[in-house]
Structure formats: structure tokens, C-alpha cells
């Protein structure tokens, strides 16, 4: 059966779909020995030759949904041009091969997740699904009322507002405090770069939940395999089917690879300064 090759690419658990057209359109993929640059182009996963940069790709994958908890000082990629440490150093010698759902920046921490199942992850990362992702975010000096108010009207940026949801300050400290809002959609940075319109540049930001998923069980720099009921309820939040073919786990804990988190577990954050 004929597919759109972005769709064939995710499957495979290359990219995500969205990057799969990137891959597409810069001239990485063939299909039986011809460059294909356009999107639309279909083909046969089972009769066609697929390959992406010269590497011949299958399907046959059991799909593999990943919870994380990031630490800041990683990026959310699969490879860094820059030579920073990546989310993927952190899975050690795991042998599917996955990508990271959505973004979260190289200085933010908390839950991530990962995956090799490319209709789960447009689901759970395009602004029109609506998964909600909590967060906990640091910022200088202390919110008065006035801008508690904008934050719930919304703030205006070049690339559209940035309207939290569930806006609460949660603690006070002599130079700053903690705020505890819920979002939508993840323009990139749009939660750094909504404070800084406000005058409060954010000095630190966790994220803490995506839909049903938390990051309680998981210690920074660790990761466990998301449970079947668990990538269920996320796709139900998206207004997606699960389908039959998922991996279940049973919430394993991963401890192969030392974590980060020697130097702090960072289990209370509301102990922090």
C-alpha cells in the first residue's frame, strides 16, 4: 500500500513527520535510486526501496514511548553541530532508535518525551491536538498584580500571544519567585520570551507534566518506558486512537547510564533559591 513517504520516514522512527519533510524537501531521501524533493510523493514501505541519506529504512519497528527527565545543559536533538551534550547521551545503550517529541530548551529541565512512533509524536506535539504541559518557572523579582493580569489577558510577540493558562505564583523569595502556568502549544521559548516582555527574565524553568505524564518516579537524567494505558491517555488528551501495536514496559526504570543528578537530585524544588 502507498503512503506519503513523510508518514513512511516516521514510522520508521527516522524523524517525526514535520521532519521528515525537511528531510524531503533538502534531498535526503530516495526512493528507488531517485532523489525525491517534493512533498505528496507516495510509495510501497513493503516494494519500494526507501533510503535517507544512502541508509535503507524498515518498518518493521515495535513502537517505543519514552519518559524523560531532562537536565538543563542537554539539547533536544538528535545531534549538536556545537558538540553539546544531547537528550540521546542519556539513553545509553538502549537499542530502539528515538527521537525527542516537541522541544525544550538547552537551559530548561523536566519532562521530555521520546519515541520512535511518528503519528504518536505529531499528536502530541502540534499546537492543533492542545496536550497540556505544566510548568514551573523562576523569575526575577516579584509579579505584581497588574502583570498577573497581562499574563492572563496574554502578551503579544512577533510570532503570536502568549496566553498561560492557570497562572499562580507558588513562592516568594527576597529576589524572585515561582510561578506555576499550564500551555497548549510550545512556540519555541515562548514562555522565556513572554517574561522578558514583561521585564522578568526567567532564571529557571521545569517542565513538569505533558498531559497525563509526570516526572514523579523519575530523578534528573533518567528515563523510564511509558506503559500502555499511559500512551493511551496521552493520545486520548490529543483527540488521538491508540492503536494495538505499543510497547508496554511496566514503567522499568532505567539505571544503566550514571545520571547527572550525582551532583543533585533536585527532588524538592521548592527548596530552591
Same mark, same amino acid.
Given at each position: 500500500? /502507498?503512503? @506519503?513517504?513523510?508518514?513512511?520516514? *516516521?514510522?520508521?522512527?527516522? *524523524?517525526?513527520?514535520?521532519?521528515? &519533510?525537511?528531510? $524531503?524537501? =533538502? ?7 531517485? $532523489?525525491? @524533493? ?17 541508509? =535503507? ?8 514511548? $519514552? %519518559? ?15 558538540? @553539546? ?35 504518536? *509524536? ?21 509579579? =505584581?498584580?497588574? &502583570?498577573?493580569?497581562?499574563? &492572563? /489577558? ?30 497548549? &502549544? ?26 497525563? $505524564? ?7 537524567? /533518567?528515563? @523510564? ?6 500512551? %493511551? ?34 527532588? *524538592? ?5
Amino acid at each position: 500500500m /502507498k503512503e @506519503r513517504l513523510q508518514k513512511i520516514i *516516521a514510522a520508521a522512527g527516522i *524523524a517525526s513527520r514535520r521532519h521528515a &519533510e525537511t528531510l $524531503i524537501t =533538502t534531498g535526503r531521501v530516495s526512493v528507488n535510486g531517485e $532523489i525525491v @524533493r517534493e512533498l505528496g510523493v507516495k510509495a510501497d514501505a513493503q516494494t519500494d526501496i526507501i533510503r535517507v541519506d544512502g541508509n =535503507t529504512i524498515g518498518v518493521d519497528k515495535t513502537p517505543c514511548y $519514552i %519518559a524523560m527527565y531532562k537536565p538543563a545543559g542537554y539539547v533536544t536533538t538528535m545531534s549538536d553541530p556545537q558538540k @553539546r551534550p544531547t537528550v540521546i547521551d542519556l539513553l545509553g545503550d538502549m537499542p530502539e532508535r528515538v527521537y525527542p517529541v516537541g522541544r525544550l530548551d538547552y537551559d530548561s529541565s523536566g519532562l521530555l518525551l521520546l519515541t520512535n512512533d511518528g503519528d504518536f *509524536a505529531q499528536k502530541i506535539s502540534h499546537p492543533r491536538w492542545s496536550v497540556t504541559k505544566t510548568y514551573r518557572v523562576k523569575v526575577s523579582g516579584r509579579l =505584581t498584580r497588574d &502583570e498577573l493580569r497581562q499574563l &492572563e /489577558k496574554g502578551i503579544a510577540l512577533p510570532d503570536g500571544m502568549f496566553k498561560p493558562e492557570n497562572v499562580k505564583v507558588e513562592k516568594i523569595n527576597d529576589k524572585s519567585c515561582w510561578v506555576a502556568l499550564t500551555l497548549r &502549544e510550545g512556540k519555541n521559548r515562548v514562555i522565556r520570551r513572554g517574561f522578558e516582555q514583561l521585564g522578568r527574565p526567567v532564571t529557571r524553568l521545569v517542565r513538569e507534566s505533558i498531559g497525563p $505524564i509526570t516526572l514523579q518516579g523519575l530523578k534528573e537524567g /533518567k528515563w @523510564r518506558h511509558l506503559k500502555d494505558r499511559e500512551a %493511551a491517555l496521552l493520545l486520548k488528551e490529543s483527540g488521538g486512537q491508540k492503536g494495538k501495536n505499543i510497547l508496554d514496559n511496566h514503567l522499568k526504570i532505567n539505571n544503566s547510564r550514571p545520571s547527572v543528578s550525582n551532583r543533585s537530585d533536585h527532588q *524538592a524544588l521548592s527548596r530552591s533559591k
